[in-house]
């Protein structure tokens, strides 16, 4: 790993098993953070963008290699490359306090959750993030985690897990019962 001042890593995202991305934050204000790049299994990092700003999460579009990169409460919002890294711009992302996950299911489409108990919820764009709107918000028992094929799934650990599942896109939600313990989901296929 090249220098990074002590920040820690907050999410890491392998395209294969020699290319990944990676980024840190620490919830401090006006500290460096990065946004690293890794061509040889993890071996070696280069950093690709350094900016005082806290990210919170890294996914990549693989097929078109389109990455985003979340940024976390203290510079709210989304950066994108569509260069592999070398430029980036900011992506307008909804007016929340801090997303805690993020899902891309193509170029314009990208769902971000916030468990924050007013303003947060599940979110969704279907324009690149030109205009956003709340799928779901039940208050304090808001999704942390989120996961998609061709049907949608949040939970959250709240004292209880919460599992819930829509087939609409988001306008109906049901909760899933008998779902207690989890704490990650992934879906290979749908």
Request: aromatic content about 12%; overall charge negative; proline content about 2%.
């Amino acid at each position: 790993m090249p220098n990074l001042n002590n920040m820690p890593l907050s999410d890491i995202f392998f395209i294969d098993s020699m290319t990944g991305w990676a980024v840190t934050g620490n919830q401090i204000a006006n500290d460096s953070n990065y946004i690293l790049k890794t061509t040889n299994g993890g071996d070696n990092w280069q950093i690709k963008h350094t900016a005082n700003q806290d990210f919170y999460r890294v996914s990549l579009l693989i097929k078109i290699q389109v990455l985003y990169v979340g940024i976390n409460s203290i510079g709210n919002g989304l950066l994108k490359s569509v260069d592999g890294g070398n430029i980036w711009t900011h992506v307008n992302s909804p007016a929340i306090i801090e997303f805690r996950d993020m899902f891309l299911l193509n170029q314009d489409t990208i769902w971000l959750v916030d468990n924050d108990g007013l303003d947060g919820g599940v979110f969704c764009t279907y324009n690149g993030g030109a205009s956003w709107q709340q799928q779901f918000n039940v208050m304090n028992n808001n999704p942390t985690k989120y996961t998609c094929t061709t049907h949608v799934w949040v939970y959250k650990y709240d004292g209880q897990y919460n599992m819930r599942r829509t087939t609409n896109g988001g306008t109906n939600w049901t909760q899933i019962s008998g779902e207690n313990g989890f704490l990650d989901l992934k879906f290979a296929d749908s």
